[in-house]
């Protein structure tokens, strides 16, 4: 087993990566937890992994209430939210109970939110069950849900008490998804890690294959970026915000989508994006777009918008961008790559080489 941790003072907490399910109530000791839990989870989830949890959880002297909410980012409503805090409500949950997330990005994203907000607080547990929640959305503390004008705009900075990773629950993931989370582990060698890129890029067949060896090392070193970044700038005041990349037009996509598209997809296409503006704009290597354009197409993942179920104009998506808790100012945050490795923060950017480069065939 791997641990990486997140050092944020007295709030800090460990990401335990290569525990099994059935570990699960063990490894909640000495974390100072109530003994009543609601398992929040998916349907899809519950089938395959809520069993072996909660009779993990129930051996270690838990009582355990499972809340169910649809499959689906569409779903990570606050209409959702307000289903989970019945439920705490009709089972009696009071400040010492907790909050324990089964399942992806969405399942974690609204546990953690309604966490945050239940009883003006309780702790809550991450055992995330895709690639994408794995790398990403488990680690940090960034809860929320979304508006029908825009992805995650209510929300709360509230860090978890653990996050638990079971290797062996991706080998049931759909591809789909699999693939969907690899977009935002090929981010961090481009914010941050020229090496990993490399890395990737030559090792793409083992990867793909879910080889437990590479994988586990690809899990480890995404969770060490992050882990490292959010322990220096907690609450995106500046280190934080390069996570971001690709998140500019990702999110833009996302939502006249309706959050039908994947979030690592459309990231998948907002990085592409942001590369080209920054090369459009002389910010850096005219090669590296392609760098990046044919590592993400390697993979699986899509480049462009001519994914999308109807091709939005460029202007709608700089319209929706504006619509965005990035916005600052009135001004566009992006985060644009200065080179493999390294990216930067602006506000300075052009709207007509944007414009040129999500119009491009």
Request: hydrophobic share 40%.
């Amino acid at each position: 087993m791997h641990v990486v941790k997140v050092c944020l003072g007295h709030r800090s907490y460990d990401i335990e990566i290569g525990i099994v399910l059935e570990q699960i109530g063990e490894r909640f000791n000495g974390l100072g937890l109530g003994k009543k839990m609601a398992l929040v989870t998916n349907p899809t989830v519950k089938k395959l992994y809520h069993a072996r949890v909660a009779d993990s959880l129930q051996t270690g002297g838990f009582q355990v209430y499972v809340i169910e909410i649809p499959d689906g980012e569409q779903y990570k409503t606050l209409d959702s939210a307000n289903f989970i805090f019945t439920e705490l409500l009709k089972n009696s949950m009071d400040r010492k109970s907790v909050l324990v997330a089964l399942g992806g990005g969405v399942i974690g994203d609204i546990t953690g939110f309604s966490a945050a907000t239940f009883m003006r607080g309780v702790s809550y547990i991450q055992i995330p069950t895709t690639l994408l929640a794995m790398v990403d959305s488990s680690v940090g503390g960034k809860t929320g849900v979304n508006h029908p004008l825009g992805k995650n705009m209510i929300g709360a900075f509230y860090q978890p008490k653990k996050v638990l990773m079971d290797m062996n629950v991706l080998k049931t993931l759909p591809k789909e998804e699999f693939l969907a989370g690899m977009a935002e582990v090929i981010k961090y060698g481009i914010i941050w890690d020229e090496l990993f890129f490399e890395y990737l890029d030559k090792n793409r067949e083992k990867v793909l294959a879910l080889d437990p060896e590479t994988l586990e090392r690809v899990i480890l070193r995404s969770c060490e970026i992050k882990a490292e970044v959010v322990s220096r700038d907690e609450r995106e005041s500046d280190l934080r915000t390069i996570l971001n990349f690709g998140h500019t037009v990702g999110h833009a996509i996302e939502t006249v989508e309706r959050y039908t598209m994947r979030h690592g997809c459309a990231v998948a296409i907002g990085m592409v994006y942001a590369s080209q503006l920054a090369a459009k704009m002389g910010l850096c290597d005219i090669a590296l777009p392609s760098r990046v354009k044919n590592l993400i197409k390697s993979y699986g993942l899509p480049v462009d918008l001519s994914a999308l179920s109807k091709k939005p104009s460029a202007a709608d998506l700089i319209d929706t961008m504006r619509v965005d808790k990035k916005v600052d100012g009135s001004k566009v945050k992006f985060v644009l790559p200065k080179k493999m490795g390294e990216v930067f923060i602006t506000k300075q950017w052009e709207e007509g080489a944007l414009r040129e480069v999500l119009e491009k065939p």
